[in-house]
């Protein structure tokens, strides 16, 4: 037997672009099943809205999304959540983090810590917080 704990976030309406943004990131095959492919006919939620979208990278990452019902909006519900990349692939974490962070907010640069690793901390253009940490060997 085996488990797994992955991601899964919630958008208002902007799951698709969040999920096709994350896969030119990180790379990996691409998931989406919408509500109208299950059946829904709309407006609430709409058809084209993303019911459910899975995202797994050559890497064995896994991330989860899907649009949310209007009549519960997300808000800031996500705002205690961060996702955390982490790793002794400097240059790949390097890469990773200066994509994410296109279009969205540096909360912490991407520079050696006071702990010998390398970190840096940003909000992605689609409010998602990433902590992104390089292990440099080095304490």
């Known amino acids: 037997m085996s488990v797994r ?3 899964y976030l919630h958008f208002e309406n902007s799951a698709r672009a969040a999920m096709e943004f994350y ?6 095959e691409l998931q989406i099943m ?12 709409p058809p084209d809205g ?13 991330l989860m999304a ?8 997300v808000g800031s519900a996500a705002a205690g959540v961060s996702i955390s990349l982490s790793g002794d692939d400097l240059g790949t974490l ?8 296109d279009g969205g907010t540096v ?3 991407f520079e050696k810590q006071m702990w010998g690793d390398v970190f840096g901390q940003l909000t992605d253009r689609f409010g998602v917080r ?3 940490n390089a292990a440099t060997g080095q304490g």
């Open 23 to 28: 896969r030119s990131v990180l790379g990996g």
């Open 130 to 132: 990433w902590l992104v």
């Open 50 to 62: 993303v019911m459910h979208a899975y995202l797994e990278t050559p890497d064995g990452l896994v």
């Open 94 to 101: 390097e890469r990773w983090f200066t994509a994410l962070g």
């Open 107 to 109: 909360d912490v640069p």
């Open 5 to 7: 704990l992955n991601p």
């Open 66 to 73: 899907s649009d949310g019902d209007p009549e519960r909006p």
């Open 34 to 45: 919408t509500f109208g492919d299950m059946g829904g006919e709309g407006p609430v939620p």
